[in-house]
């Protein structure tokens, strides 16, 4: 639990219209969102004024970054996901 006044991470999920795998990510990031607080940012790649990341990660997605930081690509489990907030606010997140 985060208690030392650190605001919750800010993640970003780079996705589009019809992504499966982008929206089981977004599913396990809003289970545990209770116990692990975060904001969750969608980024639709295929807005005319993010082409930028749709020529990055157009073969990638769903990719996420974490406080603006490449975080990962693809799948993202649970326990992945508990894992990497848990390390960005600090709160000893084993390695």
Request: aromatic share 10%; proline share 5%.
């Amino acid at each position: 639990t985060n208690n030392n006044n650190t605001p919750p991470p800010k993640i970003k999920l780079f996705t589009k219209e019809g992504c499966t795998l982008c929206d089981k990510v977004k599913d396990i990031l809003s289970e545990i969102r209770t116990d692990y607080p975060h904001s969750l940012y969608a980024v639709d790649i295929t807005d005319d004024d993010n082409q930028v990341w749709f020529d990055k990660y157009k073969y990638d997605i769903p990719v996420l970054h974490m406080e603006d930081v490449y975080w990962t690509k693809h799948r993202l489990t649970k326990e992945e996901a508990i894992q990497g907030i848990e390390e960005a606010v600090g709160c000893g997140g084993e390695f």
